[in-house]
């Protein structure tokens, strides 16, 4: 299976498969006729995430920290490696725990590819590019990242796990995939995660004051969940040759204020904002340079800001159980 993208039916290990973004993809996968199989220890990942999936007869789910060994006794032909907690809440209040995950996961998911023949994907991060002195940031931009920070746990930890999977690539012949994450948003986010399209439209719908770090001109780029999943799996079907890494995620770039300014117009809310001092390596700009991904893959995302963060707003209010102060025709 190694040569060629999977075909219909393919047996596929999703790790981290329970998390936000692994359950958009098994639930992806599941519809494009595949077999699935979700491994996850449940630290940031939620059974409610996977609850619909559980009954699926092609979907098995597998409780189990993958800083230990990983062996599969059935046959796997591809896995998308995206086990590690990614918010800075859940990394830093563990840092030595997603150390070892970042790592450790990707050593024995490689041992897994490796043992099956299979096709292999790491979703490593824009962390990588650390707090960026080269602005959109491509791929062959090596970073800017403080390997001591209170980031590091994770920034580091991905920058390993690319290294690994580029060393067993050279070593051993195993049929590699890295993609670069750039912030991504939708339903199924943590309410309590930290990152920051959760906690404004948490704080909005609740009637609380909007927190942002610094002045708020700081910049991100946002990509919604859909968007995502297709590059993943775009990436993961691509030819050899493509091995990465590989940018993903939306050039759009706003401010963080802005950001905040477009939930409050949205959710009708008339909270505040509280300016709060910026916490330590945090980056000031983040913009993915995606030429590659267009060029490779024939993938750009296609779901704008606006639309995206409506869809999120209108999962928090059912998951929450809240409704928006007064519904917003524009913005």
Same mark, same amino acid.
């Given at each position: 299976?190694?040569?060629?993208?999977?075909?219909?039916g393919?047996?596929?290990?999703v790790?981290?498969?329970?998390?936000?973004?692994?359950?958009?993809?098994?639930?992806?996968?599941?519809?494009?006729?595949?077999?699935?199989?979700?491994?996850?220890?449940?630290?940031t990942?939620?059974?409610?995430?996977?609850?619909?999936?559980?009954?699926?007869?092609?979907?098995?789910?597998?409780?189990?920290?993958?800083?230990?060994?990983?062996?599969?006794?059935?046959?796997?032909?591809?896995?998308?490696?995206?086990?590690?907690?990614?918010?800075?809440?859940?990394?830093?209040?563990?840092?030595?725990?997603?150390?070892?995950?970042?790592?450790?996961?990707?050593?024995?998911?490689l041992?897994?590819?490796?043992?099956?023949?299979?096709?292999?994907?790491?979703?490593?991060?824009?962390?990588?590019?650390?707090?960026?002195?080269?602005h959109?940031q491509?791929?062959?931009?090596?970073?800017?990242?403080?390997?001591?920070?209170?980031?590091?746990?994770?920034?580091?930890?991905?920058?390993?796990?690319e290294? *690994?999977?580029? /060393?067993?690539? %050279?070593?051993?012949?195993? !049929? $590699? +995939?890295? &993609? @670069?994450?750039?912030?991504?948003?939708? =339903?199924?986010?943590?309410?309590?995660?930290?990152?920051?399209?959760?906690?404004?439209?948490?704080?909005?719908?609740?009637?609380?004051?909007?927190?942002?770090?610094?002045?708020?001109?700081?910049?991100?780029?946002?990509?919604y969940?859909?968007?995502?999943?297709?590059?993943l799996?775009?990436?993961?079907?691509?030819?050899?040759?493509?091995?990465?890494?590989?940018?993903l995620?939306?050039?759009?770039?706003?401010?963080?204020?802005?950001?905040?300014?477009?939930?409050?117009?949205?959710?009708?809310?008339?909270?505040?904002?509280?300016?709060?001092? *910026?916490?330590? /390596?945090?980056? %000031?700009?983040?913009?993915? !340079? $995606? +030429?590659? &991904? @267009?060029?490779?893959?024939?993938?750009? =995302?296609?779901?704008?800001?606006?639309?995206?963060?409506?869809?999120?707003?209108?999962?928090?209010?059912?998951?929450?159980?809240?409704?928006?102060?007064?519904?917003?025709?524009?913005?």
């Amino acid at each position: 299976m190694s040569a060629q993208a999977a075909q219909a039916g393919s047996r596929i290990v999703v790790t981290g498969g329970a998390g936000f973004l692994g359950s958009h993809l098994c639930e992806r996968l599941l519809g494009m006729g595949h077999h699935v199989l979700c491994i996850d220890n449940l630290h940031t990942g939620s059974r409610s995430n996977i609850a619909p999936f559980l009954s699926h007869p092609r979907y098995r789910f597998l409780e189990h920290d993958v800083v230990h060994p990983l062996v599969l006794a059935e046959p796997v032909d591809e896995i998308y490696n995206l086990a590690c907690p990614a918010s800075p809440v859940h990394y830093r209040s563990d840092p030595v725990g997603t150390l070892k995950t970042s790592v450790l996961g990707a050593l024995h998911a490689l041992d897994l590819a490796r043992a099956h023949d299979a096709r292999i994907l790491q979703a490593s991060t824009s962390e990588v590019y650390g707090d960026p002195e080269v602005h959109p940031q491509p791929e062959s931009y090596p970073g800017n990242v403080n390997p001591t920070g209170p980031r590091a746990c994770y920034n580091e930890g991905k920058r390993c796990a690319e290294t *690994l999977f580029f /060393d067993y690539h %050279r070593e051993y012949g195993v !049929d $590699i +995939r890295v &993609a @670069r994450l750039f912030n991504t948003y939708g =339903p199924r986010m943590l309410p309590e995660d930290g990152r920051v399209i959760s906690s404004f439209i948490v704080q909005a719908l609740r009637g609380e004051s909007l927190g942002l770090f610094g002045d708020g001109l700081q910049t991100r780029s946002f990509c919604y969940v859909d968007d995502m999943i297709e590059g993943l799996i775009g990436l993961m079907a691509a030819p050899a040759g493509a091995e990465g890494p590989v940018n993903l995620g939306n050039p759009r770039e706003f401010t963080i204020l802005e950001l905040a300014r477009r939930v409050l117009a949205l959710t009708g809310a008339a909270s505040e904002l509280v300016f709060n001092p *910026l916490p330590g /390596d945090d980056p %000031r700009l983040r913009q993915p !340079d $995606i +030429r590659l &991904a @267009r060029r490779l893959l024939d993938w750009q =995302p296609v779901v704008e800001l606006d639309e995206g963060l409506e869809r999120t707003v209108a999962w928090f209010e059912r998951r929450l159980g809240l409704a928006r102060p007064q519904r917003a025709t524009t913005i």
